[in-house]
């Protein structure tokens, strides 16, 4: 599975608080990416990074925030959680060939 | 911007029986993958067509992308339990972003 892993795998938070889930990977893969999968809607992206400091927008980037000082490290932050924001939220990498391996997920939940 | 429809949503099955999703777009797609979910796993690739007509087998499952390279499908023929789970096609639209279809479910019922 590329080495990909995410932190936390569970979170339940409360509305307005602020939450940072953690991707990171361990073969210095170029691209990454966070999605947010909800029932109906499949695989929404919500931003990307095709390299250290470089990020870009998703289809459903509002109320994200990404950050990426380290190549083996994609942080996704909410700055204030919305019950809108429960989810489970998938890091992916993609390799040389196009193909996108995934994380194992984080679910979270905005009460 | 570019969508990808997904049809049917859901599928069960008995076991043994064919199952087909199907992927579809209003604009010319430069790629179709797909990927597999099993229930509370995460997505997994399967695999990538870029030609068109292109048509791919890995063992009881057949993939084809279209001629006009805006709809593809996936067939599996005679399911097994193991196949249940959620698929999923995928466009890179181009750039290094990828656009998913919303998915089928398929429930194989023993």
């Known amino acids: 599975d590329a080495g990909i892993t995410q932190s936390p795998r569970h979170k339940v938070t409360e509305t307005g608080t602020p939450v940072t889930l953690r991707c990171h990977q361990t073969?210095?893969?170029?691209?990454m990416y966070w999605y947010r999968q909800d029932p109906g809607h499949g695989l929404r992206l919500i931003h990307y990074?095709?390299?250290?400091?470089?990020?870009d927008k998703g289809e459903v980037s509002d109320g994200y925030s990404v950050s990426r000082s380290k190549t083996e490290d994609f942080l996704l932050t909410l700055e204030s959680a919305t019950s809108s924001q429960t989810s489970v939220y998938f890091c992916?990498?993609?390799?040389?060939?196009?193909?996108?391996?995934f994380g194992p997920g984080t679910r979270l939940t905005v009460l | 911007g570019q969508q990808v429809m997904q049809i049917p949503q859901y599928q069960h099955v008995q076991e043994g029986e064919d199952f087909t999703t199907y992927c579809n777009s209003s604009?010319?797609?430069?790629?179709i993958q797909w990927y597999k979910q099993r229930p509370g796993g995460h997505p997994v690739f399967l695999i990538q067509?870029?030609?068109?007509?292109e048509v791919k087998k890995q063992k009881r499952l057949t993939f084809q992308f279209g001629e006009a390279k805006k709809n593809s499908s996936l067939h599996i023929t005679a399911t097994q339990t193991t196949d249940v789970g959620t698929y999923f096609c995928?466009?890179?639209?181009?750039?290094?972003?990828?656009?998913f279809g919303t998915g089928t479910r398929l429930k194989v019922l023993a």
């Open positions: 073969e210095n893969h170029r691209y």
């Open positions: 992916a990498i993609r390799d040389r060939g196009d193909t996108q391996y």
């Open positions: 990074s095709y390299g250290v400091k470089d990020t």
């Open positions: 604009t010319t797609l430069s790629n």
């Open positions: 995928a466009n890179t639209s181009g750039t290094y972003k990828y656009i």
């Open positions: 067509l870029v030609k068109s007509g």
